[in-house]
């Protein structure tokens, strides 16, 4: 597995990879109101997308340029989201946001979600964040434990309602706190 910025030619299946990974997980209807929004994450350059591809190409680091050139089959992703153009939950400049971590239907369990999160933190760091947030849905039991696994902390005080009825948990992790790598 090769994690590496995702190409603008990729985003379509980036695209279709979240849609799926979230309907195949029951968080979400392929009709909801959300689809569109999940499919645009990362389209308008509000955000760095990352792959994880299952094939054997260069292993490429994702850094500030951006660079990758990779042929591997997407088997997940997730998105890191800067100051100014964050959502609902970022209070600071220095915070980044984490979005649409998804995993590939069928390639669940071999520590692509663990490996997605570990790069989007290295990231972060580099990009000189000092704390990150997320939202994640209360049914997301697996993604909740990879967070904390990694230190990610509840904030409770933090979570909102993007629609009613709709209630999403923030988490949050201080970078300067975070001593070990996701494993």
Do not use: C
């Not at 890191?80 to 220095?94: K, R």
């Not at 692509?112 to 997301?140: C, H, K, W, Y």
């Amino acid at each position: 597995m090769v994690i590496r910025d995702a190409r603008p030619d990729e985003l379509p299946a980036v695209a279709d990879l979240r849609v799926r990974a979230y309907v195949a997980g029951g968080f979400l209807s392929a009709d909801s109101g959300y689809v569109p929004r999940l499919r645009a994450l990362g389209t308008n350059s509000d955000g760095r997308v990352l792959v994880a591809t299952d094939a054997d190409e260069q292993a490429i680091t994702p850094d500030a340029t951006g660079a990758g050139s990779g042929t591997g089959q997407i088997v997940g992703t997730i998105m890191l989201v800067s100051w100014p153009h964050t959502g609902q939950v970022v209070s600071s400049p220095d915070e980044a946001e984490i979005r649409a971590l998804a995993v590939a239907p069928g390639t669940q369990g071999r520590g692509i979600g663990r490996a997605l999160l570990r790069a989007a933190l290295e990231v972060a760091a580099r990009q000189g964040a000092r704390s990150l947030v997320l939202s994640t849905q209360r049914e997301m039991r697996a993604a909740q434990r990879i967070y904390e696994q990694a230190g990610f902390a509840r904030l409770p005080h933090r979570d909102w309602f993007p629609e009613p009825g709709t209630k999403l948990l923030v988490y949050g992790l201080r970078l300067d706190a975070w001593a070990a790598p996701v494993s």
